[in-house]
């Protein structure tokens, strides 16, 4: 998921560009860039900023998300074209709050191993607050949660609980969230959040054998 900037602000919500596609993780990232471009009516050369959502969420697709915004960066220059990743999980909860879910919410992401990013906000009309911040939580824990009157929203809420809201992110959640940071990183700072702990075996050496 990217969001891609121009000028010093964006649009009205109303005038901006979004193209969605679902499906094959195999997109044609570089096709949707140019689709939304031609909606907005700009040249790749206009571009000032690049969102990117970090996750939690599929490996693939994040990582495909961060190398086109680095070579992007690295092809126009890092003093021309400037970079941002945010959290999926607050382009979740901007979304709810848009969708007028307010109070107390829980963004649930699956992660699969029947477990879940959760994180829970607290929405109202104006804006939103973190009260408690994202880590790995159980399905038992959720399900506990949602007994107790909790609401949980999420791209697979509906279809996990009983009582869960179905909430994306979106394109445009993520470049409105984008105007009040300033937070911007080079290419190589841009990384996946990911909160399992990854252990990476390296192949050893050959050996040959004696006599070979």
């Known amino acids: 998921m990217e969001s891609i900037g121009h000028g ?34 700009i ?32 092809a126009i220059g890092q003093a021309q074209v400037r970079l941002l990743g945010i959290s999926s999980a607050e382009c979740i909860v901007s979304q709810a709050r848009d969708e007028r879910l307010l109070g107390q919410v829980s963004v649930i992401i699956d992660a699969q191993r029947g477990e879940f990013y959760l994180a829970t906000y607290d929405v109202t009309p104006q804006a939103w607050r973190e009260i408690e911040p994202l880590h790995i939580a159980t399905h038992q824990e959720l399900l506990r949660r949602q007994k107790a ?43 996946p959040i990911y909160l399992r702990e990854t252990k990476f075996v390296k192949t050893p050496p050959s050996r040959r054998l004696p006599g070979v």
């Open 8 to 41: 010093s602000s964006l649009p009205s919500p109303g005038a901006l560009s979004e193209v969605i596609e679902t499906g094959s993780l195999a997109v044609n990232a570089i096709g949707m860039i140019d689709a939304a471009l031609r909606q907005a009516q």
């Open 43 to 74: 040249e790749r050369e206009q571009i000032e900023c690049v969102v990117v959502g970090l996750g939690p969420g599929s490996y693939h697709g994040i990582r495909l998300a961060i190398s086109v915004a680095q070579g992007w960066q690295l």
């Open 149 to 191: 009157g909790g609401r949980l929203v999420g791209p697979e809420a509906s279809t996990r609980f009983d009582s869960g809201q179905l909430v994306f992110p979106r394109a445009t959640n993520l470049g409105h969230l984008a105007l009040a940071r300033t937070d911007f990183v080079p290419g190589e700072k841009l990384e």
